[in-house]
């Protein structure tokens, strides 16, 4: 059975624009201790073997190499686990990739955003221009073949030429697997207090159609709303969430998910690492869902991906025809279906 582990790294170089994850930018001092903190938390919960586990952020790349792989050293996982480090492109170190592919990383997940260094400065993003493509060198030097880019659409003065280009650089780099995301709006960011630089829903409308014409002409087939890859190159770990399977999140702000019940630990790293240190539970709060909402929270993950949902889920009524397709016993969205698809969400029927 399938069984995933998050680890958050929550420390950045620098914070970007858009950014409203539990990330720090100002506490390299606590990097000895908050992997300690990991170990301890692993150790403790007696998890199952995974078949994926996850390096996420933050920029867990900026962890020094000999913690990250600590952490990964004492978490149980099957032979064949997916085990994936995000990296920011600037922080790659060939060194610090040797030594993750020898504990036992086989991915890579690079934020790349954009090509365009006008739209990377407008995100606040601090790599420029040709560190993506260094970055893919040195990983496949390295050994690494599977590696996804992430890229995000609609930032500040991005044109439909400055999207394309940015796909037709990241799509020369012969990635196995894309991930492109509509730039949202988190209240408390820099962002969300500028309205110059606040996205238009049209151009990334547009935006989304165009990528999906172009990774889907390369060779990348859409699996789920955000994410295409070549067939056999999905993402394991993310398809693990959209299934609803078990998850243990590990690390300060970090959530999990066994069976119906959800919990998250505590925010910040240095209460985090206090709780472990002292003994206590670092959780800080959960729920449990009854039947009924799982049951409809299940389909309404599924609804993202290519395998949609039983045919029954989706009522036949007008408004739905051009955001469905109906094929034997499934319902999938259509391209629409993806732009809109908290519209088909809210219509779904839990039997």
């Not at 996850?54 to 050293?73: D, V, W």
């Not at 221009?129 to 995000?152: K, P, Y």
């Not at 119906?260 to 206590?280: H, K, V």
């Not at 039947?291 to 599924?302: N, P, Y």
Request: aromatic share 8%; net charge negative.
């Amino acid at each position: 059975m399938a069984f995933g582990v998050y680890i958050h790294i929550p420390f950045c170089a620098t914070r970007c624009d858009y950014c409203a994850f539990a990330t720090w930018t100002d506490r390299e001092h606590l990097f000895e201790a908050y992997a300690a903190a990991c170990r301890r938390e692993i150790v403790a919960a007696e998890l199952p073997a995974a078949s994926s586990v996850f390096f996420g952020g933050g920029t867990p790349s900026l962890l020094p190499a000999e913690l990250l792989c600590s952490i990964l050293e004492v978490v149980p996982r099957r032979g064949d686990a997916e085990v994936t480090v995000e990296c920011n492109p600037e922080s790659v170190r060939s060194e610090s990739l040797r030594m993750y592919g020898e504990a036992g990383v086989n991915r890579l997940s690079f934020g790349a955003q954009s090509t365009a260094p006008h739209v990377l400065a407008s995100l606040g993003r601090s790599h420029r221009r040709g560190d993506l493509e260094a970055a893919v060198a040195t990983a496949r030097s390295a050994g690494f073949t599977n590696f996804n880019i992430d890229l995000i659409f609609g930032g500040a003065g991005e044109s439909g030429d400055d999207w394309r280009a940015s796909l037709d650089d990241v799509l020369a780099l012969s990635p196995p697997h894309v991930s492109a995301y509509a730039l949202t709006v988190e209240p408390g960011t820099p962002l969300a207090l500028d309205p110059a630089r606040h996205p238009d829903d049209d151009d990334q409308a547009d935006k989304y159609a165009l990528a999906d014409t172009v990774l889907e002409a390369a060779g990348l087939p859409n699996y789920e709303i955000s994410n295409w890859a070549r067939p056999g190159h999905e993402c394991r770990h993310n398809l693990l969430y959209w299934r609803q399977g078990d998850y243990r999140g590990i690390g300060c702000a970090a959530h999990s998910h066994s069976s119906g019940r959800r919990w998250w630990n505590l925010r910040t790293p240095e209460r985090y690492i206090a709780a472990i240190e002292s003994g206590q539970s670092p959780v800080a709060a959960s729920e449990d869902l009854d039947e009924k909402t799982r049951a409809l929270e299940g389909l309404q993950l599924a609804l993202r991906t290519s395998e949609g949902v039983p045919l029954d889920a989706v009522p036949d009524v007008p408004e739905l025809a051009d955001l469905v397709e109906r094929n034997a016993n499934r319902a999938r969205l259509t391209l629409d279906g993806r732009l809109l698809a908290n519209e088909v969400a809210v219509r779904l029927i839990a039997r």
